[in-house]
């Protein structure tokens, strides 16, 4: 069988087009491809319709685009005399291989993944989809005997993964979805973390943070179709972070991400590390009427619960093909867990003991406690994409997304708080160290002259996040220029409704004692699991308003030149109104209740902090009914004021412009342009000391001008050597550009801001080289070096806010730095179905503190490694995964550092048809735990010893 796509011109062979086709069944994308270069297709669907092809996005003549579609399945594309471009099946061992079709484009494959955001079509003839009759007797039976070779799944996955990368300008790595729905993780930030270079921050046992070269998460971006999507958090005590929270981001709505670590002019700026865009699905691109849905069930090991998790997405367009809408709808619920033991607040203090003994400058704990933290997390969320061709030259797309985030949660702890009450210490011991001198590793407190000294304190909150998206995009295709403008808003809002602090309070003679490192142990002359002995010493309610919104708008240019080594112009202009505002209320504590813990407590889990610290840590206290304190709490009437010092408002009005052009010289492609943005920053606090704080608006612009360079050469069919250089900045987190100050009162620590502090700005260039040696293998090797011109320094200080001592820790503008590393990478099926993936990243920080000794740059992880086996044979298929990520300083007086950690999650699947099948996956196989300490080289400063416990997932899938 011969498939045939029409030219109304023989020389519209050679005319070259910006298409963006996602991976998809041939039939689909040959649909696609005859419409977004507007030429007739004649076909008939029965012969192919089991055939994958491959994703491609760029700048490419139709035979150069037939050639990526089809690598690695049993079609080919070619010409007859006439001038018609034929797709005909052949046997299976007249399958092309990858090197056979990628000789053919080595020499124009223009404009990277990127470009698959700004579309352009050029012919001017109309667009037809239809069953054909044979055109070519001769080849009839050789396609009806051909065997059809299916590329789907895990290693179909690894293929179109492959081709992104390999077709790109710039560096870049993919993930691809498996299916429609099927991503290769429940969470996109697991999926993430298996990229070369990437490595993740875990909140809960669940990825919510994204790190690229050891950089921190708030200097990377996140952009959904090339687009800002607002992220807030719920945490009353979270600092305003740029990073994206991916815990917002279902992974049933994501087609494929592109993780960007070289940057281009037509790109965002803001970005150290990389950018990251996720792209979703479009109507037209999928068949009429295809439905996806999955019915799972996730259990997590540590609370014992099981919840749904359920996701369905429909697709139509109508007979034409010029108009679709899609329609995808989660609910997903976790009950979590986490058991752990913290302190917080080590530092070089000055500790006197109840007979006035003086120890001067010893390192020293603020307090600590056995804490159990349990969250119900319950997801829901619409995406809505509507997309019209009105004609043959234009194109608008609608998207829409809508996601709520409800996290209700507690967190039970008893603590021991050195000075709580006015007591003081009455014996301690030291432990001498080389990075901080002596410790203080175990005391024992007094009773308090005036009160109580121990609190069993519960958190009880009400907490819920939406994250909304409304992106217009409009395209038209002429004859010589394409433009293509694009408007939206983004907004993400929410917080903790409800901050319900409860304190039981008692006097009583207590220890601790930190020797034995990732344990804290106590002792307490009262028994803590006798309700009885712990009397209501405050109820207090706080709570907290986050809002992120941006408006944009984005206009680009883009047409085809021939001038010298430059075959493509592209230009543009973009005005985003940025806004973050957060604010906090509280109340009094109410001291005049006469409630008693025997009244409202509960009996702790029995395997509360089983397999952690050690024989003396506290694992049996009364903890309190949180339904009880809701209810009786919240009927009390509660007269709420500003918290000032927590109150901010920034606005970024950034505008910038850009041009880009891309090369193209026999064997070399890439691209050159300049990015120049203004930004315009205005941000508002309350300054002064407590109770006579007035709001202050400081405003400040400025300019950078950002040029970019990648070129990649193609040494042999094989081998492709990039280089990549630019300029970068980020701009700084937003808790950190106010002097806005959010402390826990009871801790006494807290963070602030600083309006003085600048952007982060940098140089950077990278060398690699890629080996395709077999078409689901890479061998790969990148160095990257960044000169950073300024990193920002955390300093603590104490200050007193609501007539209480806080240690707040503030940004300073620091000195000049360099991170520098070596990314390896390699990917091969190995037998018949069986593959590995496997990759490395080392990463060099230096940075010097103010008084120029070495100091540890926040986020940066010496040593990243991943590493992934999957098989799949017929209608099964497996993978299973280890992630290294070695220990790294937060950037925060809290949690400080954060100690090596590794993780093994695993996933099987198996077809009962080609519509329906079985999953199962396991995340955190080995139940690892999360250790942190105050700094690096201070173990016994323990800061927490987190367990999240094992979650299994398993049910059924659907596609038709």
Same mark, same amino acid.
């Given at each position: 069988?011969?498939?045939?796509?029409?030219?109304?011109?023989?020389?519209?062979?050679?005319?070259?087009?910006? @298409?963006?086709?996602?991976?998809?069944?041939?039939? +689909?994308?040959?649909?696609?491809?005859?419409?977004?270069?507007?030429?007739?297709?004649?076909?008939?669907?029965?012969? +192919?319709?089991?055939?994958?092809?491959?994703?491609?996005?760029?700048?490419?003549?139709?035979?150069?685009?037939?050639?990526?579609?089809?690598?690695?399945?049993?079609?080919?594309?070619?010409?007859?005399?006439?001038?018609?471009?034929?797709?005909?099946?052949?046997?299976?061992?007249?399958?092309?291989?990858?090197?056979?079709?990628?000789?053919?484009?080595?020499?124009?494959?223009?404009?990277?993944?990127?470009?698959?955001?700004?579309?352009?079509?050029?012919?001017?003839?109309?667009?037809?989809?239809?069953?054909?009759?044979?055109?070519?007797? *001769?080849?009839?039976?050789?396609?009806?005997?051909?065997?059809?070779?299916?590329?789907?799944?895990?290693?179909?996955?690894?293929?179109?993964?492959?081709?992104?990368?390999?077709?790109?300008?710039?560096?870049?790595?993919? +993930?691809?979805?498996?299916?429609?729905?099927?991503?290769?993780?429940?969470?996109?930030?697991?999926?993430?973390?298996?990229?070369?270079?990437?490595?993740?921050?875990? /909140?809960?046992?669940? #990825?919510?943070?994204?790190?690229?070269?050891?950089?921190?998460?708030?200097?990377?971006?996140?952009?959904?179709?090339?687009?800002?999507?607002?992220?807030?958090?719920?945490?009353?005590?979270?600092?305003?972070?740029?990073?994206?929270?991916?815990?917002?981001?279902?992974?049933?709505?994501?087609?494929?991400?592109?993780?960007?670590?070289?940057?281009?002019?037509?790109?965002?700026?803001?970005?150290?590390?990389?950018?990251?865009?996720?792209?979703?699905?479009?109507? =037209?691109?999928?068949?009429?009427?295809?439905?996806?849905?999955?019915?799972?069930?996730?259990? $997590?090991?540590?609370?014992?619960?099981?919840?749904?998790?359920?996701?369905?997405?429909?697709?139509?367009?109508?007979?034409?093909?010029?108009?679709?809408?899609?329609?995808?709808?989660?609910?997903?619920?976790?009950?979590?867990?986490?058991?752990? +033991?913290?302190?917080?607040?080590?530092?070089?203090?000055?500790?006197?003991?109840? *007979?006035?003994?003086?120890?001067?400058?010893?390192?020293?704990?603020?307090?600590?406690?056995?804490?159990?933290?349990?969250?119900?997390?319950?997801?829901?969320?619409?995406?809505?994409?509507?997309?019209?061709?009105?004609?043959?030259?234009?194109?608008?797309?609608?998207?829409?997304?809508?996601?709520?985030?409800?996290?209700?949660?507690?967190?039970?702890?008893?603590?021991?708080?050195?000075?709580?009450?006015?007591?003081?210490?009455?014996?301690?011991?030291?432990?001498?160290? %080389?990075?901080?001198?002596?410790?203080?590793?175990?005391?024992?407190?007094? @009773?308090?002259?005036?009160?109580?000294?121990?609190?069993?304190?519960?958190?009880?909150?009400?907490?819920?996040?939406?994250?909304?998206?409304? %992106?217009?995009?409009?395209?038209?295709?002429? *004859?010589?220029?394409?433009?293509?403008?694009? =408007?939206?808003?983004?907004?993400?809002?929410?917080?903790?409704?409800?901050?319900?602090?409860?304190?039981?309070?008692?006097?009583?003679?207590? $220890?601790?004692?930190?020797?034995?490192?990732?344990?804290?142990?106590?002792?307490?002359? @009262?028994?803590?699991?006798?309700?009885?002995?712990?009397?209501? #010493?405050?109820?207090?309610?706080?709570?907290?308003?986050?809002?992120?919104?941006?408006?944009?708008?984005?206009?680009?240019?883009?047409?085809?030149?021939?001038?010298?080594?430059?075959?493509?112009?592209?230009?543009?202009?973009?005005?985003?109104?940025?806004?973050?505002?957060?604010?906090?209320?509280?109340?009094?504590?109410?001291?005049?209740?006469?409630?008693?813990?025997?009244?409202?407590?509960?009996?702790?889990?029995?395997?509360?902090?089983?397999?952690?610290?050690?024989?003396?840590?506290?694992?049996?206290?009364?903890?309190?009914?949180?339904?009880?304190?809701?209810?009786?709490?919240?009927?009390?009437?509660?007269?709420?004021?500003?918290?000032?010092?927590?109150?901010?408002?920034?606005?970024?009005?950034?505008?910038?412009?850009?041009?880009?052009?891309?090369?193209? &010289?026999?064997?070399?492609?890439?691209?050159?342009?300049?990015?120049?943005?203004?930004?315009?920053?205005?941000?508002?606090?309350?300054?002064?000391?407590?109770?006579?704080?007035?709001?202050?608006?400081?405003?400040?612009?400025?300019?950078?001008?950002?040029?970019?360079?990648?070129?990649? /050469?193609?040494?042999?069919?094989?081998?492709?050597?990039?280089?990549?250089?630019?300029?970068?900045?980020?701009?700084?987190?937003?808790?950190?550009?106010?002097?806005?100050?959010?402390?826990?009162?009871?801790?006494?620590?807290?963070?602030?801001?600083?309006?003085?502090?600048? &952007?982060?700005?940098?140089?950077?260039?990278?060398?690699?080289?890629?080996?395709?040696?077999?078409?689901?293998?890479? =061998?790969?090797?990148?160095?990257?070096?960044?000169?950073? @011109?300024?990193?920002?320094?955390?300093?603590?200080?104490?200050?007193?806010?609501?007539?209480?001592?806080?240690?707040?820790?503030?940004?300073?503008? #620091?000195?000049?730095?360099?991170?520098?590393?070596?990314?390896?990478?390699?990917?091969?099926?190995?037998?018949?179905?069986?593959?590995?993936?496997?990759?490395?990243?080392?990463?060099?920080?230096? &940075?010097?503190?103010?008084?120029?000794?070495?100091?540890?740059?926040?986020?940066?992880?010496?040593?990243?490694?991943?590493?992934?086996?999957?098989?799949?044979?017929?209608?099964?298929?497996?993978?299973?995964?280890?992630?290294?990520?070695?220990?790294?300083?937060?950037?925060?007086?809290?949690?400080?550092?954060?100690?090596?950690?590794?993780?093994? *999650?695993?996933?099987?699947?198996?077809?009962?048809?080609?519509?329906?099948?079985?999953?199962?996956?396991?995340?955190?196989?080995?139940?690892?735990?999360?250790?942190?300490?105050?700094?690096?080289?201070?173990?016994?400063?323990?800061?927490?010893?987190?367990?999240?416990?094992?979650?299994?997932?398993? #049910?059924?899938?659907?596609?038709?």
């Amino acid at each position: 069988m011969v498939f045939s796509i029409q030219l109304t011109r023989a020389s519209e062979i050679d005319a070259r087009y910006n @298409l963006q086709i996602p991976s998809s069944e041939a039939s +689909i994308a040959l649909k696609s491809l005859a419409r977004q270069t507007k030429h007739s297709l004649l076909f008939q669907n029965i012969e +192919i319709e089991s055939v994958t092809t491959n994703a491609i996005s760029g700048t490419y003549t139709l035979k150069q685009a037939l050639d990526l579609l089809l690598e690695g399945t049993n079609l080919s594309g070619g010409f007859t005399e006439s001038k018609v471009i034929t797709i005909s099946a052949l046997s299976q061992e007249e399958t092309k291989t990858p090197e056979d079709n990628m000789d053919k484009v080595k020499k124009k494959t223009f404009l990277n993944s990127l470009a698959s955001a700004f579309l352009a079509i050029f012919s001017s003839s109309s667009v037809v989809a239809e069953e054909a009759t044979e055109t070519e007797s *001769d080849t009839s039976s050789e396609s009806e005997s051909a065997h059809v070779l299916v590329v789907t799944g895990i290693r179909g996955s690894v293929v179109k993964s492959l081709n992104t990368k390999r077709n790109a300008e710039s560096i870049v790595d993919a +993930i691809t979805a498996e299916d429609i729905g099927k991503f290769p993780d429940q969470n996109v930030a697991e999926s993430l973390q298996r990229i070369t270079g990437v490595s993740i921050t875990r /909140a809960f046992g669940e #990825g919510e943070r994204v790190s690229i070269r050891g950089t921190t998460d708030s200097q990377n971006r996140t952009l959904l179709n090339g687009q800002a999507v607002g992220s807030v958090d719920w945490w009353t005590n979270s600092a305003a972070s740029r990073g994206f929270n991916y815990t917002m981001l279902p992974s049933e709505i994501v087609s494929d991400l592109e993780v960007y670590k070289s940057p281009q002019a037509d790109l965002d700026e803001g970005s150290i590390g990389g950018t990251i865009i996720v792209r979703t699905r479009q109507p =037209l691109d999928l068949d009429a009427h295809s439905f996806f849905g999955s019915a799972l069930a996730q259990h $997590s090991e540590l609370s014992g619960e099981t919840d749904p998790q359920l996701s369905g997405m429909y697709s139509w367009k109508n007979q034409n093909e010029n108009f679709g809408m899609l329609v995808s709808l989660i609910s997903q619920k976790r009950n979590l867990r986490r058991d752990g +033991i913290e302190a917080w607040s080590w530092a070089n203090k000055t500790v006197t003991l109840e *007979d006035g003994t003086v120890y001067d400058n010893v390192y020293a704990p603020g307090g600590g406690g056995s804490a159990m933290f349990l969250q119900d997390r319950q997801r829901t969320g619409i995406n809505a994409t509507f997309q019209l061709e009105p004609t043959e030259n234009t194109s608008m797309v609608f998207n829409v997304i809508d996601n709520t985030l409800k996290l209700d949660n507690e967190n039970q702890n008893f603590l021991w708080l050195v000075g709580y009450g006015g007591s003081q210490y009455t014996s301690a011991n030291f432990l001498s160290n %080389d990075t901080v001198g002596d410790i203080l590793i175990s005391g024992t407190f007094g @009773l308090s002259p005036t009160g109580n000294n121990i609190l069993d304190e519960t958190k009880v909150r009400n907490s819920k996040m939406t994250t909304e998206v409304y %992106d217009f995009k409009f395209e038209h295709f002429g *004859d010589v220029w394409t433009t293509t403008l694009q =408007l939206g808003t983004t907004e993400a809002k929410g917080g903790t409704q409800a901050d319900r602090s409860v304190g039981w309070e008692g006097n009583a003679v207590h $220890s601790f004692s930190a020797a034995n490192v990732e344990s804290i142990e106590t002792s307490y002359a @009262l028994d803590p699991a006798n309700g009885a002995n712990w009397n209501l #010493g405050f109820l207090r309610y706080d709570n907290n308003d986050a809002k992120d919104d941006e408006t944009y708008f984005q206009a680009d240019f883009l047409r085809e030149i021939d001038l010298s080594i430059f075959s493509q112009l592209k230009m543009g202009i973009k005005h985003r109104d940025h806004s973050r505002f957060n604010t906090k209320m509280t109340t009094d504590n109410r001291t005049d209740l006469g409630w008693n813990l025997a009244d409202y407590s509960l009996p702790i889990p029995s395997d509360f902090l089983s397999g952690q610290g050690s024989a003396g840590t506290l694992r049996n206290y009364a903890i309190t009914n949180s339904n009880q304190i809701r209810a009786e709490g919240d009927a009390l009437n509660w007269d709420y004021r500003v918290l000032k010092a927590s109150t901010f408002d920034i606005n970024e009005k950034i505008l910038a412009g850009y041009f880009k052009v891309n090369i193209e &010289a026999e064997e070399l492609r890439g691209d050159f342009g300049i990015r120049v943005v203004q930004t315009k920053q205005t941000s508002g606090a309350y300054e002064g000391a407590s109770g006579s704080e007035v709001w202050v608006e400081k405003e400040r612009t400025y300019t950078d001008v950002l040029p970019s360079l990648n070129l990649a /050469a193609n040494i042999t069919d094989d081998v492709v050597v990039r280089f990549a250089a630019a300029k970068v900045m980020s701009r700084p987190d937003y808790n950190a550009m106010t002097a806005f100050t959010s402390y826990n009162r009871e801790t006494q620590t807290g963070t602030g801001g600083n309006p003085n502090i600048d &952007a982060f700005r940098a140089n950077q260039f990278d060398i690699g080289v890629e080996w395709y040696f077999e078409e689901a293998a890479l =061998l790969s090797a990148v160095y990257f070096h960044k000169d950073i @011109l300024s990193f920002l320094e955390n300093v603590a200080g104490l200050e007193v806010h609501e007539g209480v001592e806080i240690l707040i820790n503030r940004p300073t503008n #620091g000195r000049s730095g360099t991170i520098q590393g070596l990314e390896l990478g390699y990917q091969q099926e190995i037998y018949e179905g069986l593959g590995v993936l496997a990759n490395y990243t080392y990463v060099d920080g230096e &940075a010097k503190d103010a008084d120029g000794n070495d100091t540890t740059i926040p986020g940066n992880s010496e040593h990243t490694l991943n590493l992934s086996a999957y098989y799949e044979h017929e209608a099964l298929s497996g993978r299973i995964s280890y992630n290294y990520r070695s220990g790294y300083d937060s950037g925060t007086g809290w949690p400080g550092y954060v100690d090596d950690y590794a993780q093994v *999650d695993a996933s099987v699947s198996y077809e009962l048809n080609d519509n329906v099948a079985l999953v199962f996956e396991a995340v955190n196989l080995t139940d690892e735990f999360n250790f942190t300490y105050q700094q690096e080289g201070v173990k016994n400063a323990l800061t927490g010893l987190y367990r999240n416990g094992r979650r299994f997932i398993v #049910g059924v899938r659907a596609n038709f």
